[in-house]
């Protein structure tokens, strides 16, 4: 394999390390279902895409996209919660009807742009912003309102008795969570100087796949193992990835990969005795 090809895969994988990351905090931290990203992924690409066009900062167009990333997945765990829809079904709806804002906002199915500024150092930044991350989280999370956000995970019914807003801490996840795919999704329309409606097809499972080889690899027994595992599972699944492209198969072939590589890792996770 190249070494453009391997720097490539690397890039690709602290992006999509954002959105598994993003993916942990409510199927890990919180044990809820949330598919989102399907639709706030795109999103923060879309409004990225748009608000550069017309003229704004890039730092102001990166803040917007997200918040809306946020606001969307928010939304996703409002129709989940107050209108009693499963939360998996929730986040395809939002997903789905998103997808005509992300038309709306572009006013057609997909823009090359070439007048973005390029990312210096790329790699340096997106790791040492996933570092920042993690260490910030892992301090949150041990602080007192930390501790009661992990509770509603691990037992929303005794977490409600105790006085703890489990709805509260929800919306909170969610928006964190949605805030990390809307900046997935910009970065990868800077990194790739494109945007495509139809880019978040599939990275939900993406993340999902990323995060659960992470914890297959280094397991999830302790909090910094668990804050890790989705950045790690993201690099081997991008290099995983580059690796069969270099093997001659082609771009069509990746979703049947992305399967198998799920399979895989469910049966290898399931005979170490994890939980998936």
């Keep these: 394999m190249s070494y453009e090809l391997i720097y490539y895969g690397l890039l690709q994988g602290m992006i999509l390390g954002f959105v598994a990351f993003g993916m942990m905090v409510p199927f890990r931290l919180l044990a809820y279902s949330d598919l989102s990203a399907e639709g706030a992924y795109p999103l923060g690409g879309a409004v990225y ?5 017309h003229g704004h900062s890039a730092d102001m167009a990166l803040v917007l996209s997200m918040v809306c990333g946020a606001c969307l997945s928010m939304c ?9 829809v499963h939360s998996l079904l929730a986040g395809i709806l939002v997903s789905t009807m998103v997808y ?12 090359a742009l070439f007048t973005f500024t390029v990312l210096e150092n790329p790699l ?3 790791f040492g912003g996933m570092i920042g991350l993690i260490m910030i989280i892992r301090y949150f999370l041990l602080t ?3 501790l009661r956000f992990r509770a509603v995970g691990l037992h929303p019914r005794f977490s409600q008795a105790h006085g703890i807003k489990v ?6 996840g969610l928006g964190f969570a949605g805030m990390l795919y809307g900046f997935a999704g910009s970065l990868m329309v800077i990194m790739q100087q494109y945007m495509d409606v139809g880019m978040g097809m599939g990275i939900a499972i993406h993340g999902l796949a990323a ?9 999830r027994e302790t909090l910094t193992k668990q804050l890790m595992s989705p950045i790690i599972g993201a690099v081997i699944y991008q290099q995983v990835i580059g690796l069969v492209m270099a093997g001659g198969f082609e771009p069509s072939d990746l979703k049947l990969v992305t399967g198998c590589v799920v399979l895989v890792v469910l049966f290898c996770s399931n005979k170490r005795g994890l939980s998936c």
Excluded at 49 to 53: D, G, I, K, S, Y
Excluded at 100 to 111: A, E, M, T, Y
Excluded at 167 to 172: A, F, H, I, K, V
Excluded at 211 to 219: C, H, Q, R, T, V
């Design 100 to 111: 005509s804002l992300d038309l709306r906002l572009l006013g057609k199915p997909n823009v």
């Design 144 to 146: 007192d309102y930390g």
């Design 124 to 126: 340096l930044k997106l």
């Design 167 to 172: 709805s509260q801490q929800t919306y909170l």
């Design 76 to 84: 996703s765990g409002c129709i989940a919660m107050r209108l009693n």
């Design 211 to 219: 995060m659960m080889i992470g914890e297959a690899m280094i397991g």
């Design 49 to 53: 895409t748009t608000m550069v066009l």
